[in-house]
C-alpha cells in the first residue's frame, strides 16, 4: 500500500506538469494564432534551443533522486563552451579530440565532488559550490575575452539539419520549399534521456538510486553500497554536464566567461517543476524535460509578445517553482497521514 501510494503520488505531479505545459501551448496558439505560434517549427524550437538543458536537468533529476543537489552545473557549462572555444582556436586542436578531452574532464569533476560527497559526508551544497566558483574561476583564467568556435568540423555539427519532410512545408517568397528541422543535438538529447529513464526505472542501479534517496538508513540495512551509488550518480552528472555544455556550444558556437550563468537554477527548477521531491527519492526525467519545455514555452510567448522584458521568464519560473514546492510540501503531509 505504502508503495502504491508512493507511485500513484509521482505520476500526480507528472501529471500536472504535462497538463500544465498542454494548456500553456494550446493558450500560445489560441493567443498568437496570428503570428504563426501553431507552426510545427515553433515547438521544434523548443528542442533545439534547450537541447543542452534537456541533458543537464536528466543529471541533475538523478542528483536530486538520492537527495542531493548540484549548483555548479552552469559554472561547468561555461567551462566547457570556454575549453572547446580555446583548444580548437587557440591551440589548433580538432573538434573530436577537444570534445573527447572535456568529456573526461567532466567525469573527473563529478568523480572528485562525489567523492567529497559521498566519502568523506560533506553537504552537497557546499561541494558544489565550491565546485561552481572553481569552473567559473577557470573560464576565466583560460580567457577573459570571448573566443568564437571557426572550426569547420565544429561548425558542420552545428548547422546540421534533419529536415522532418513528413510534417510538410512551406513555401517562401523566393519559391523555395522550408520543411520543419531538427539538428543532431536534439537527437542527442532525447537519447540520453531515454537511456537516463530506462537505468533508472529498470535496472538495479536505478532502484538503489531510489532506495538512497526514499531512506538511506533503510538502504543501508537492506545492504546496498550507498556510498558508491552517491558516487556514480555524481561521475554520471559530470559527464553528463560536459555533454550538456558541447550541446549548448553548438547553439552558441563561442565561450565565455558570463555564458550559462544561471544554467543551476533552471535546471533545478525544470527538475522540481517536473515532480523531483527536493526531500529525494521521488523524480522522473520525462516530468523534468516537460519542466523545461514549459520554461522555453514561457520564453517563447514573452518573444512572440514582443514587448515583454526577458525577465519575466525567471518571475513566472519562480511562481511555479513555488507553486510546485507546495505540492510538494502539501503531498509529503498527506502521505504521513
Do not use: H
Not at 13 to 26: D, E, N, S, W
Not at 54 to 70: F, H, L, N, S
Not at 139 to 145: D, L, P, R, V
Not at 320 to 326: H, P, R, S, T, V
Amino acid at each position: 500500500m505504502k508503495n502504491r501510494g508512493k507511485t500513484d503520488g509521482k505520476i500526480f505531479l507528472l501529471m500536472i506538469t504535462i497538463a500544465l505545459f498542454v494548456t500553456m501551448y494550446i493558450a500560445g496558439i489560441i493567443i498568437f494564432n496570428s503570428k504563426g505560434f501553431a507552426k510545427p517549427q515553433v515547438f521544434l524550437n523548443l528542442f533545439i534551443s534547450n537541447a543542452g538543458l534537456i541533458v543537464i536537468a536528466a543529471g541533475m533529476t538523478m542528483v536530486m533522486i538520492t537527495g542531493g543537489i548540484d549548483i555548479s552545473v552552469g559554472s561547468v557549462v561555461a567551462l566547457t563552451c570556454m575549453m572547446l572555444a580555446w583548444m580548437m582556436e587557440v591551440k589548433g586542436i580538432g573538434a573530436v579530440p577537444a570534445l573527447l578531452t572535456v568529456l573526461v574532464i567532466g567525469i573527473f569533476f563529478g568523480l572528485v565532488q562525489g567523492f567529497f560527497i559521498a566519502y568523506l559526508k560533506i553537504q552537497p551544497f557546499i561541494v558544489t559550490l565550491a565546485g561552481m566558483f572553481f569552473a567559473r574561476g577557470m573560464t576565466a583564467i583560460i580567457s577573459q575575452e570571448m573566443i568564437s568556435v571557426k572550426n569547420e568540423l565544429f561548425l558542420k555539427w552545428a548547422k546540421s539539419k534533419i529536415n522532418l519532410t513528413f510534417l510538410g512545408g512551406t513555401v517562401n517568397k523566393k519559391g523555395v520549399v522550408n520543411y520543419p528541422f531538427l539538428y543532431p543535438s536534439v537527437i542527442i538529447a532525447l537519447v540520453v534521456l531515454v537511456l537516463v529513464f530506462v537505468a533508472l526505472k529498470y535496472t538495479k542501479f536505478g532502484r538503489t538510486i531510489y532506495a538512497v534517496g526514499g531512506n538511506e538508513q533503510s538502504a543501508l540495512m537492506m545492504g546496498l553500497n550507498v556510498k558508491r551509488t552517491k558516487l556514480l550518480v555524481y561521475v554520471i552528472n559530470g559527464f553528463l554536464c560536459a555533454l550538456g555544455g558541447f550541446l549548448f556550444c553548438l547553439n552558441t558556437c563561442a565561450g565565455f566567461v558570463e555564458q550559462a550563468k544561471g544554467f543551476e537554477m533552471e535546471a533545478i527548477a525544470s527538475a522540481v517543476i517536473g515532480g523531483t521531491l527536493l526531500s529525494g527519492g521521488v523524480g522522473n526525467v520525462f516530468g523534468s524535460l516537460f519542466g523545461v519545455l514549459i520554461k522555453g514555452t514561457i520564453e517563447t510567448f514573452i518573444t512572440f509578445q514582443g514587448t515583454l522584458s526577458s525577465w519575466w521568464t525567471k518571475i513566472t519560473i519562480a511562481a511555479l517553482l513555488a507553486f510546485f514546492i507546495l505540492l510538494q510540501s502539501l503531498f509529503a503531509k498527506a502521505k504521513e497521514k
